[in-house]
């Protein structure tokens, strides 16, 4: 089979590239008064079609050149502001042979006015100071459906597999819809449920700013995205119905409902399937937006944590493919103006999932003297049901005043139990969580004059989660030798968090320098209550002991001063920064309170330096001092699962450690060719590695802080767009090392050596005609060196071709390869699928075909190495099913 499926990928492929000749068409670009126009558009269409076939601009000299591997009528435009867009039409009668075509053109002058800028309403890409546009029409072909489908295909921007979206190797702060947001860090609500043929152009906003007041006063190196929406969409009632219905009784139906008015925005989006589709993308990116993200405001981050999960690994693959679920989304969205000062935002979203997970696993664990074999046999059923509310308004004082109000409200419950046969032995597992969140924060902005500006914010976060673990096995007899015919094991758990904080910022711009200047008072309370009880087959219940439980209180307050500035000298960038703390830490475990009151000071310094058009090198360095985390802070054991104990060190610690990063970059995000390369070193002087018991049975985790680890990374990647193929080309690579140390079962400090190496590449075509295809590969190689070395190599393979057999009929087969060297049998899977489109009704009604897991693979295997073992895993599979649905748009 796997020869087969090598073959038909190769015979695919050159049947797409052969036979491709080219026509180069070049000239030069000049004003009416004979000088050369640098950044002109350059762009040729098919006659009668919008579609984009080739762009380019004009260089420094004026020069372009586009290149044509198609015979045909077509249409050359050039345009650029201030000017008059010109066009010609060119006829290519053959491309058996290169042929070069020269045109010259002169763009004429015209006054740029409000009422004319439809006549750049066209242009593939426009750029006019921090806004990057792009024009839908251009780079699409009609088959996407909602906004993540349209954002893969732009130039400059990546979506994740899942759904996290970058341009050029940055993280999109938010998604706006005409200016506006409402999803903030949880755009994937919208990317995946907002109808694709709404969309006009996608602005990229370079350099964002989260308040408006300080644009162009903060130095800010963020990216936002803004959708520009059709002209009749903006003032009425449209969405679309999506209903479906498959075989083995698969479904997926959404109902997306959008009215816009000048003074109200309202967005509804329902979404039911039981086919694995992901609808919201990860929850927590819309209970806790800032979790894992780049700190914005004081108390960004700070929440409570669940110390219990079961059953919480997952392939590294489609959740489609594995997700055995029964969802339920609604989300009710609206923004509205009073009045042109006033703004109010509301969100509210509500879900509810039924999800299973299948998995056989085999741990091999191997540490001199000892060495076993644990197998386990998961049937894992998590139920969750949650809802979250957010409420913002935004009063403008004055044109330089402005008051903020910012409102969160989520709550969760979450029941999860599973069936284990763990070394032939029946296990059965239940938890219950809870998450109770509310946060409040409000801010002050005063714009000073055009380079000076005051920000005030307060904040108030409160976060709870309790859970209750049950397990009906008792495996620890070994820990507990004097509790017998022990027959239920229960802990009760609960985190809860309290934070206020102050703050206030000062910020200076100059032509040459920016300054900012932070100080405020944080406190964050913690409070962590645990308890392992014991129930005997008498259904006496027994406490485990004072090592198994917690009663801690944790106090941390934050006095801080912080100073950036950057200093500019033409195309120099020169950064430096301090952070200073005191800190008044109240530690209680139970045993009294200890104090600590450590000063700290954190110094960091950065160059960027654009040395010409194509080329930028960034530096920074930074000496760190960091606070424990929370989980670290706990003195008894927390079981985390059945077999697995955990505990920090009981008392508070500082870590200290250095950074250093360079990023070079060659091209613009819009060239034809790109190179984006980093190298990372991390010397952390004292770090957390841990000493473990580990048992057949249990293991017993606790942490100890050791010193100088070291890790370093080098990445890479090349883009390169190859005009004789239409296609855009993409090489990567990295490279990782990571020296640590750590006590397994007294067996003293033993050096551990890990590194990955990973490369691969890409190959994309741009033909905008009958076909297009997508093929890609990565080989992963993990090496871990204890006492001996352990190597995997892992490889992951796709190719997506596209057929446009016509304007109504759309077929895209998706196939995948996923290799696990170290398998021992079946070292790779395939899959492949098949999605046909027929338009009844362009852009008002179609039909849908799925055609899932061609191959009917019911399993999926991986395999892991690390410093003990190995571990594998098997997880079941969604079963082949055709998904025939409906689409209609109003």
Known sequence: METKYHICCLITILFILSGKAQSIIEGTVKDSLGNTLQAANIYIQKENNAAIIAYSYSDDQGYYQLKINKSGTYVLNVSGLPYKKEQITIVLDSLKTQTRIIKDFVLKPQPFLLSEVVVNADMPILVKKDTITLNIASFTNGNEEVVEDVLKKLPGIEVASDGTIQVQGKNVEKIMVEGDDLFE??????????????????????HYSENALLKNIEDSDKVALNIVLKEDQKSTLFGNASLGYGTKQFYENKLNLISFNKKAKHYFFGNLNNNGSDAIGDIYQILYPDLLNDVNYIGDGENALNFVGIGETKPELKESRHHFNNAELASLNGIYHPNKDFKIKGLFFITTDENTLFQNSLEKFSQPPSSFINSEDYILRKNSFAGSGKWD????????????????????RFNNGSI???????IHENLKSRSNYTDHRLTYTNKINAGNALQLTGRYI????????????????????????????????????????????????????NFKLRAGITQKKSRLYSALFFTDNNNITYDAGSDYNNRLNYDLKDFYLNAHYKFSIKNVALRSGLELHQFHVNTDNGG?????????????????WQINKKNRLLSSYKFSRENIPFEQVYQGYLLS????????????????????????????????????????YNKDHDYISSNSIVQPNYQLYSPIKLKDREFYSLNFSVDRFIEKISSNFKINGSISSNEIQNIVNTSGLRPIKAKTYSYGGELRSAFNGFLDFHLGTNWTESLVMVTQKNRNTNNYSFLDIDFNISNKLSIEI????????????????????????????????????????????????????????SYSASYRLLPRYLLLSMDYRF
């Open 814 to 869: 998706k196939n995948e390869r996923y290799y696990f060297g170290n398998l021992p049998v079946d070292k790779s899977t395939y899959f492949s699928d098949l999605n046909a489109r027929y338009d009844i009704i362009k852009n008002k009604f179609r039909i849908k075909l799925l055609f899932s897991n061609i191959f009917n693979n019911d399993t999926y295997s991986t395999l892991n190495i690390s410093d003990t073992g």
């Open 393 to 412: 308004a935004i009063y403008n004082l004055g044109k330089k005043d402005q008051l903020e109000y910012n409102g969160r409200y989520h709550f969760g």
């Open 420 to 426: 284990l046969l763990f070394n032939k032995e029946t």
């Open 592 to 608: 009294g309170i200890a104090k600590s009151n450590p000063i700290t000071a954190i110094p960091s310094i950065g160059l960027s």
């Open 185 to 206: 860090k949880g755009y994937k609500l919208l990317t995946k449920n907002l109808n694709a043929g709404v969309m006009e152009k996608v602005e990229i906003l370079e």
């Open 641 to 680: 699962n059945y077999r697995n104990f955990r505990r920090g060190f009981g008392t508070f610690e500082q870590f200290r450690g250095n950074m250093f990063l360079t990023t070079y970059v060659l091209g613009n995000w819009s060239d034809s060719f790109l190179v984006n390369s980093s190298f990372f």
């Open 462 to 513: 409160s976060d709870a989660k309790p859970q209750d673990y049950v397990v009906d096995t008792f495996l620890y007899g070994e820990l507990f030798p004097d509790f017998y015919d022990i027959v239920l094991v229960t802990q009760n758990s609960r985190h809860q968090m309290r934070f206020l904080g102050f703050e206030g910022s000062y910020f200076i711009n100059t032509p040459k320098s």
